[in-house]
């Protein structure tokens, strides 16, 4: 097994706000192999983006990294600032949900592209401006050369989208965090820039984590899934098992909310309630207010159990997993 | 009124929409340039929805599925056709009539964040449709908004609250109780549920079954998500850059779509259920940009267009009983 590129040991992120001190992400552990593409599922406030604004330094004011630490390829990003600031943006590169956040209104693609070029590749004139042709029709942007002046707004939600994904390869990570990537986009080019990440994970041996509230995203497209919710993992299992068996009792209530387009029970099932208020959480499983399963234990702090191999859950009464022969095993 | 009158209102459908247009005026570029010809939002659209019937319209943004939801609302003016409610022609009524009628039409938002005044009590937000249009104050307001407090799975005390203290899901169950206040017949939902989280959705797509079951009401539910539509709706209707492409039963249209633009947007549905992944669930290209001036607007994009299509506008016609599709090719 390929040593990780990304590890999350303990990771601690708070708010401190005129109501007090919020945990947003509470003691959040993973690791993330070369190549693999990770999810990490979690509805509102379940943490699942602060965490990976931490792992880019990005966290928003007044929030900050209170313990843990983030480690790439074994060395901490937290306790060297200089390192660190060379290794995001190069070896972790991040799209997000919107792709006017990282794109400069006021500047001309080809621009902005040949920035990430010269910052950290050292490439510059003609060399960067062939290298950002080629990275847009890598992208799917094609006769991209005469386009390299437009502004981003010249282009369609999903074109953007593409260029996004084009400067965040530009600097050649090894490693994309996608936060919500085709979240804004309509269903016909959310499916084209799913199979653009598939290519391209494909193609240059990506890996990825992509961050999504959507079990249809995270079943096309990962080999293991963390499931968040309210600042922790609760959850951590190769997609084929998640799916097939899951062992929280939340990840079960979620599979069984989320309609498929061609099963049609008279009723959705649901989960009662609604995710919690990080500033106000119940003592011990936060879930427990919402679950069928709860009993007086769950008061207390649940225990982290690993019912197999590469599969771990944080819950008193987790469902017995089906005694079978595993056919399926990614990385795990 | 005659009992022939209540027999022939009741075999009519309640609401009845035939070649309804709107078009947005497009300001000029710039004070010497000529003046643009209008933006046709939705063109030639036609239904109908019975009593305690769903609708569901399904398209991307900027398909014009929210204008045809704010054009029975009577929010933005017809450029051409009608859209009648139970008979009468809501674009002719004028104020009093107006009124009288938006009693019996009501609406659902999408952001439960945005439509909610946060400085009013809960109750008073419930009770404020009772008390603008004079039916019901004091004591008998606040047994009706008790009353619709229960009845949307509110907790008993929320009356007493403002809308800032409840989550993304309570939000739009108070949303609901509001617009349920004036015994509205019919409800136009417009992604009721898109902004909730996954867990909260399931809860409030049930209610609108239970309403439906309970009240009778009927609803015209605009999404652009295939399967919380398939839940709710009993017909569903495709609009692509403001026509309807495709319409027919539920289940018809996602057992035997027609239209290529319907079969793509099925296709691009991700599956939750790791051993049906696709590879290249993307079937068509590009996205809805510049509509063109003449044929089907789906052309640009379509894998079937030939030269017809580029000139000639694809009529609705039926293909199957009660299924109908706007395609040469297909």
């Avoid at chain 1, 074994?74 to 390192?83: D, K, M």
């Avoid at chain 2, 000529?34 to 305690?52: L, N, Q, T, Y």
């Avoid at chain 2, 022609?89 to 909610?116: E, K, N, T, W």
Wanted: proline content about 7%; overall charge neutral.
């Amino acid at each position: 097994m390929s040593a990780p590129l990304l590890e999350l040991d303990d990771l601690v992120v708070t708010f401190t706000t005129r109501r007090g001190r919020i945990e947003a992400v509470r003691g959040v552990s993973l690791e993330v192999r070369p190549g693999e593409t990770l999810g990490i599922v979690g509805e509102s406030g379940s943490g699942k983006s602060v965490t990976m604004q931490a792992v880019m330094g990005v966290v928003d004011s007044p929030g900050a990294v209170e313990h843990g630490d983030v480690l790439w390829r074994g060395r901490s990003l937290l306790r060297h600032a200089n390192e660190a600031e060379a290794i995001r943006g190069r070896d972790i590169a991040m799209v997000f949900q919107d792709a006017m956040t990282s794109l400069d209104p006021l500047f001309a693609i080809g621009t902005q592209i040949g920035e990430v070029l010269a910052r950290h590749r050292g490439i510059t004139g003609a060399a960067a401006r062939a290298r950002t042709i080629e990275l847009l029709e890598l992208v799917g942007i094609a006769n991209a050369g005469p386009r390299l002046h437009y502004l981003p707004h010249q282009f369609s939600g999903g074109m953007r989208q593409r260029i996004m994904i084009a400067m965040a390869l530009a600097a050649e990570p090894a490693l994309l965090i996608a936060d919500e990537p085709t979240t804004a986009l309509d269903v016909t080019v959310q499916a084209q820039i799913v199979d653009l990440l598939i290519e391209l994970r494909d193609r240059l041996g990506l890996a990825i984590v992509l961050v999504t509230h959507d079990l249809g995203l995270v079943a096309e497209l990962c080999d293991r899934v963390a499931v968040m919710y309210a600042g922790r993992i609760v959850e951590m299992a190769d997609v084929w098992s998640l799916f097939e068996a899951p062992a929280h009792p939340y990840t079960a209530g979620l599979l069984k909310a989320t309609p498929a387009i061609d099963d049609l029970p008279e009723r959705l099932e649901t989960i009662e309630g609604s995710p919690p208020d990080p500033s106000d959480l119940p003592g011990g499983c936060a879930f427990r207010l919402r679950c069928p399963r709860a009993d007086a234990v769950c008061a207390t702090e649940p225990p982290l159990t690993h019912p197999a191999e590469g599969r771990g859950v944080l819950c008193w009464h987790p469902e017995p997993l089906p005694i079978r022969p595993s056919t399926e095993t990614a990385h795990v | 009124m005659s009992s022939a009158d209540i027999l022939s209102r009741d075999a009519a459908p309640l609401v009845e929409v035939r070649g309804l247009s709107v078009s947005y005026p497009v300001p000029r570029a710039a004070f010497w340039h000529r003046k643009p010809a209008p933006f046709r939002a939705v063109e030639g659209i036609d239904f109908s929805i019975g009593h305690g019937e769903t609708l569901g319209i399904v398209g991307e943004s900027g398909s014009g599925k929210s204008t045809i939801g704010r054009a029975l609302l009577g929010r933005v003016p017809l450029s051409a056709g009608s859209a009648r409610f139970r008979g009468e022609d809501i674009s002719s009524l004028s104020g009093g009539a107006m009124r009288r009628m938006r009693r019996h039409i009501q609406s659902v938002m999408q952001d439960p964040y945005a439509s909610l005044n946060p400085r009013m009590r809960v109750a008073d937000i419930i009770a404020e449709p009772l008390v603008v249009h004079g039916i019901a104050r004091g004591a008998e307001a606040r047994a009706r908004v008790e009353e619709l407090i229960g009845l949307v799975g509110l907790p008993p005390d929320a009356g007493q609250r403002h809308p800032g203290t409840f989550s993304g899901g309570q939000r739009q169950r108070i949303g609901i109780a509001r617009a349920l206040a004036m015994e509205p017949a019919f409800i136009v939902a417009d992604e009721p549920v898109s902004a909730l989280d996954v867990s909260v959705r399931a809860q409030i797509v049930n209610l609108f079954r239970d309403l439906q079951q309970k009240l009778g009401v009927s609803y015209l539910f605009i999404a652009h998500d295939l399967a919380i539509v398939r839940h709710v709706s009993h017909r569903i209707a495709v609009v692509y850059a403001g026509r309807i492409v495709e319409t027919s039963a539920r289940d018809d249209l996602y057992a035997t779509p027609i239209h290529p633009y319907t079969q793509a947007l099925l296709d691009a549905v991700p599956v939750p259920d790791p051993r049906r992944r696709r590879a290249g669930r993307a079937t068509i290209r590009g996205e809805l940009g510049a509509i063109p001036s003449d044929g089907c607007r789906f052309a640009p994009r379509c894998p079937l267009a030939s030269e017809q299509c580029r000139r000639e506008v694809p009529p609705l016609i039926e293909r199957a009983p009660g299924h109908l599709a706007a395609c040469w090719n297909a």
